[in-house]
DNA sequence: TGTAAATATTTACATATGTCTATGTCTTTG
DNA sequence: CAAAGACATAGACATATGTAAATATTTACA
């Protein structure tokens, strides 16, 4: 167990964006989280698990959905899941990942809640 | 006028992330927005200007919040004027940026919203 | 008009990022 | 146990990014 926080548990300890200013430490912690979805490809991941039946998804279908080679794929799914938004569990001989919903409400009311 | 959206514009387009998977150029207009708040100093100015009263700062008072040179604090205004997420106004010597609140609000939308 | 102040632009550079190819690991099954 | 399939890791490389120093632009005012 780490004394470091993830970015997703970063995220659910800030008032919002517009109600007052986020500190240096708060604005490091979270901005992992954003550049984490900061890409084209990983939003569209992000979704598509997210969107998903179950909220869950395999990379095997995942891995399909896109013009891309496999590795860097996979490359993508490691970034969202070492911040935690996606969970990661193996199945025989498959990967199923799923969305951690709350961390993405966690980060909308950072960023849309009301300022008062 | 162009023909092309603003990454703030593009926003308003979508249904949440978790609702259905996003298209690919839905993510590509989406991906800018998020890019220009992934950093930690981006997300301080942001929250600085829209944590302000009235909802606008002034550069002068948030080039002092920052251990940052003037033209790289400048240079990540422009970043956040460029996607839509700041206004731009010169008032004699000043200029004051003031947050886009219902571009952040759009945004938080798509990140957060329920999926059904 | 000329000088100072506020902000932007240009240029340069070290580091980070996205992608691929090649390879490794793990699981199932013949 | 060997071979095949699913996914991850390592290494390499071109491009993007954050920052600063130097310079330009704009505005106010003496």
Redesign the interface.
Known sequence: MSLELTPVQAVACCSP????????PD??G??PL??A?????R??L???V??HEG?EACVCDLND?FELSQPTISHHLKILHEVGLLDREKRGVWVYYR?R?EA??????L???Q?A
């Open positions: 964006l517009a109600r007052e200013p986020l500190s240096l604005a490091e979270i901005a954003l550049k979805l900061a890409d084209p490809v939003l569209r992000m979704s598509m997210a969107s909220g959905a969305a919903t993405l409400q966690n980060l909308a009311a960023i849309g809640g300022a």
